[in-house]
């Protein structure tokens, strides 16, 4: 897992070798590295499908309504936020489960980097997917403002299944984080005790 700012990092060269089973154990972690490159690759998908979206766009804009715009702008911030997503994934995931990627002092080091583990990336990715559902029930909102004229591919059912949706994972990112900050304070207060 990665180290948290309190965390000290142990010395270097004073580790002692681990037996065969914990090795083998702890080694198998680098079984997730064919999972990030994968994710890599998705990632330069979603460049090649936001490109093309672009250029649909482009190509379009003179003849696109405002809302017909709208719809296909708020299509790119979607696969931006889903990029941004797969990067949270890739970059944290690595660096919490497989191992450091030691950017300490890099001018490119994000900023959250520093300080995630487990906790923190669940958080992060609940806020994340909440962003990327809102995009979606935005989008779902403005077609179905055709509803009533029969023209839309959403149904009144859909656009409620997708609004209830919405609200769990609001609710379960709420749930995430507040389970995060009791664990927390009773790690706080259990130092607390041990330092009295």
Do not use: C
């Amino acid at each position: 897992m990665s180290l948290t700012p309190e965390t000290p990092l142990p010395p270097k060269g004073k580790g002692r070798a681990l037996r065969p089973i914990p090795m083998l154990i702890f080694g198998s972690r680098w079984l997730q590295l064919p999972l990030y490159v994968g994710l890599i690759v998705a990632q330069g998908v979603y460049v090649v499908l936001f490109l093309k979206e672009l250029w649909h766009l482009f190509a379009h804009a003179f003849d696109f309504s405002e809302q017909q715009i709208m719809l296909a702008v708020l299509g790119l911030i979607d696969v931006v936020m889903i990029s941004n997503l797969l990067v949270m994934v890739i970059v944290g995931g690595y660096e919490t489960f497989v191992s450091r990627l030691n950017l300490q002092g890099h001018p490119d080091e994000p900023e959250w980097l520093s300080h995630v583990n487990a906790s923190v990336l669940k958080i992060k990715l609940a806020m994340a997917i909440i962003g990327i559902s809102s995009i979606h029930l935005l989008r779902t909102f403005i077609e179905a403002g055709a509803l009533t004229s029969g023209k839309s591919t959403y149904t009144e059912t859909g656009v409620m299944w997708q609004t209830i949706i919405h609200t769990v994972f609001i609710l379960s990112a709420i749930g995430i984080a507040y389970v995060d900050r009791v664990s927390n304070m009773a790690i706080d207060e259990a130092k607390r005790a041990v330092s009295h």
